[in-house]
């Protein structure tokens, strides 16, 4: 079982619902959906882009999926949870806009946000207690591309590669693209996202997701608004135990 703190759009919000129909999953209720109906991308192209980050759900990664330590539970992760959005304040991205992030497409703030960085290294440090160290066959799989000696260093601390000065805020929207497609992947893209793709996006939650066994689809199990001392389950009903 896994673990992962992550930013998700409110499940009110145009971003998660053109998200959630465009993966064919909605991460906050576990709801699927059939292929969207888009011309030219067939139902099983279709399947090809998404299957990989729809295990996960529309989101971006704040704290990157991690097992639980020996000793703690999802009780207290969850109080953690709970307790950094109450410490943190919501981020405005003044233009989202959609970007090929090695060899994948994602939604991305048009320029680098300090605030939004600055957001996820403090998600970074405030949940490493919880994660277990990597295990032998982790750690190959992360080092089967090929990381740059700060990006293995991460890795070596922080269970992670992409932290920091490694990391860029993003919504996955696909799997690797090849050079020839992604001309057209984009476009569709482009028009399916068109709603959302260069407006601002408030960054104001923060959700615990997890994957109940390796290979399943990742699912929100509490969330909380930054700045806000309550937690609440992916079903609206607040934590008072906590």
């Known amino acids: 079982m896994r673990y992962a703190i992550y930013f998700v759009p409110d499940p009110d919000s145009e971003l ?10 909605d991460v906050e209720t576990g709801t ?9 991308l067939d139902a099983g192209t279709w399947q090809d882009r998404v299957s990989e980050p729809a295990r996960y759900g529309l989101h971006a990664t704040l704290k990157a999926p ?3 330590a020996e000793g703690l539970g999802e009780p ?11 410490s943190v304040t919501p981020v405005r991205v003044p ?26 290294a403090r998600a970074v440090r405030a949940f490493d207690g919880f994660r277990a160290p990597l295990t032998e066959a982790e750690i190959a799989r992360r080092q089967a591309v090929r990381l740059s000696d700060g990006q293995q260093k991460n890795l070596d601390r922080w269970g992670y590669p992409y932290v920091f000065d490694e990391a860029s805020f993003h919504i996955t929207l696909t799997g ?15 028009d399916f996202f068109e709603p959302v ?4 996006l408030i960054v104001d939650r923060v959700a615990l997701a997890v994957e109940r066994e390796p290979g399943a689809r990742f699912e929100v199990l509490a969330a909380a608004s930054l700045g806000h001392p309550l937690a609440y389950t992916r079903r609206a009903m607040q934590l008072d135990a906590l």
């Open 16 to 25: 998660a619902d053109f998200g959630a129909r465009w993966l064919g999953y």
């Open 32 to 40: 699927t959906f059939a292929a969207p109906v888009i011309p030219g």
């Open 66 to 68: 991690f097992r639980l």
């Open 76 to 86: 207290e992760l969850v109080a953690a949870l709970r307790d950094f959005a109450h």
């Open 95 to 120: 233009v989202l806009s959609l970007k090929n992030l090695r060899g994948f497409f994602a939604l991305m703030p048009a320029i680098r946000n300090d605030l939004l960085e600055d957001l996820s």
């Open 176 to 190: 690797r693209t090849s050079g020839e497609d992604a001309d057209g992947v984009e476009a569709i893209l482009t």
């Open 197 to 200: 793709i260069g407006r601002p």
